[in-house]
Structures are given as C-alpha cells and as structure tokens.
C-alpha cells in the first residue's frame, strides 16, 4: 500500500510539472475570447487577459485566434521552426486567410492582412471583413508523414 501511495504521488507530481513546462497546458492555456468585431477591413478581437503568451515549442504544433467573417477565415498565428514568407520569425503572430476541408486540415492558406498583439487585444488590418461570425483560440497539428495541418483542439 505505501508503495503505491508513494508511486502514484511521484507520478502525479511529474505530470503537474510536465504541465507547467509544456505550452499547451496549464499556465500557457490560451486567454478566452470576450469579442471579436470588423469594420473596414480591420477584425478586431479581445481576450480575456493578455494574449500572444502561447508560442508552441514543438515544430508540429501551431497556436491560432481565429475570426470567421464575411471576407472569409483569417488567422493569427505563431509557431515553431516554419518559415514564412510574412513572418521574419514564425515566433512571432502573423495572420493568414485560410479554408478547412472536410477532416479540418487547411485546404488553402494565403498570407493576407497585418497582425499586431497588444495587451489583450488582436488587431488584423487588410482583410477586407466587414463582420465577424464567431471567433476563437485552437491549436493545430502538422503531420509528420504527409505534412498536412489541420485543427487539433478549440477553446
């Protein structure tokens, strides 16, 4: 019995650590979506608390606040190891206009509009949206085997 108490004590407390180190748990967990708004051409989305804390450390794993709006889907993401062309480090949050196909990977992707993080609010400039429909935080996954990304988890 002490055995067990006592293995199951250690294994808890390196799961409550492993949770605290890793991005995608605990402290990092993504700030809820208090609004979401766009008026020419510019969306606008606040969180509740600060945002852009949530930069994945893993290269097969992308962080996203995402705003579906009448000009289409358009993203503001940051992750590890991509390099693309409208970010000069993937580090940092950058948007993209995207579609999902049926399994929710991205069908299509384009670098569109400008993302900047301040505080608890995104902003996105030049996208063409005149109204948002929903609005809200997810991870994605990059496959290792064929590379695809699509949606893992949304909060």
């Not at 748990?25 to 606008?44: C, E, H, L, Q, R």
């Not at 902003?123 to 949606?151: E, H, N, Q, Y």
Request: charged share 10%.
């Amino acid at each position: 019995m002490t055995k067990t108490v006592f293995l199951a004590a250690t294994l808890a407390t390196v799961f409550v650590f492993a949770m605290m180190t890793n991005p995608v748990f605990a402290s990092n967990d993504p700030k809820k979506i208090v609004s979401a708004s766009a008026s020419a051409g510019t969306i606008t989305i606040v969180a509740d608390g600060t945002v852009g804390q949530v930069i994945p450390k893993s290269p097969n794993k992308i962080a996203a606040y995402v705003a579906i709006t009448d000009a289409g889907a358009f993203a503001v993401a940051a992750h590890f190891g991509i390099d693309d062309d409208d970010a000069t480090n993937d580090h940092e949050w950058h948007s993209h206009g995207f579609t999902l196909d049926a399994n929710n990977c991205i069908a299509t992707i384009n670098y569109v509009g400008a993302a900047s993080v301040s505080g608890d609010t995104i902003t996105v400039t030049g996208t063409g949206a005149t109204t948002v429909s929903s609005a809200f935080f997810a991870f994605l996954k990059i496959s290792p085997v064929d590379g695809s990304i699509c949606v893992h988890r949304v909060f």
